[in-house]
């Protein structure tokens, strides 16, 4: 889905110091903000898996592209992500908002407004989209 119409916003989550534990201000797990996924635990719905498997290429890419050894050594910061989405579930102005299924599971985040945005998109385990009015 395209992001030209300015109706549609990427969001980064949440971060905390994976040794510190302390919260993290404007940082993302990578230095370009996607491809730093927080990945499907065993026994959770693997959407990447299923999607490779079907042969979208482009759900993976930038898992595939981003070096691990980029990426900054950081904890998701589960309790604030799961409010910044509740926060943007209750607002009248978001019309659609992408997460990973297994993430809205895990966070417990089960709003109507969170769906799956498909396999021909990008993974949506590093940032959360919005759609606006």
Same mark, same amino acid.
């Given at each position: 889905?395209?992001?030209?119409?300015?109706k549609?916003i990427d969001?980064?989550?949440?971060?905390?110091?994976?040794?510190? &534990?302390?919260h993290? $201000?404007?940082t993302?797990?990578s230095? #370009?903000?996607?491809?730093?996924c927080? %990945?499907?635990?065993k026994?959770e719905?693997n959407v990447?898996?299923?999607?490779a498997?079907q042969?979208f290429?482009?759900?993976?890419i930038l &898992?595939?592209?981003? $070096?691990?050894?980029?990426?900054?050594? #950081?904890?998701?910061d589960?309790?604030? %992500?799961?409010?910044?989405v509740?926060l943007?579930a209750f607002?009248?102005?978001v019309?659609?908002?992408?997460l990973?299924?297994?993430?809205?599971n895990?966070?417990?985040?089960?709003?109507?407004?969170?769906?799956f945005?498909?396999?021909?998109?990008?993974?949506h385990?590093?940032h959360?989209h919005?759609?606006?009015?």
């Amino acid at each position: 889905m395209s992001h030209n119409d300015g109706k549609k916003i990427d969001l980064a989550f949440l971060y905390k110091g994976a040794t510190t &534990q302390k919260h993290l $201000p404007q940082t993302a797990k990578s230095l #370009i903000g996607y491809g730093g996924c927080e %990945t499907p635990r065993k026994g959770e719905y693997n959407v990447a898996k299923i999607c490779a498997q079907q042969g979208f290429w482009q759900y993976n890419i930038l &898992q595939r592209i981003y $070096p691990k050894w980029l990426q900054k050594n #950081i904890d998701i910061d589960v309790p604030r %992500t799961r409010k910044m989405v509740q926060l943007f579930a209750f607002q009248p102005q978001v019309q659609v908002m992408y997460l990973e299924p297994y993430l809205k599971n895990r966070w417990r985040v089960n709003y109507t407004k969170i769906g799956f945005h498909g396999c021909h998109s990008v993974r949506h385990d590093d940032h959360l989209h919005l759609s606006v009015y």
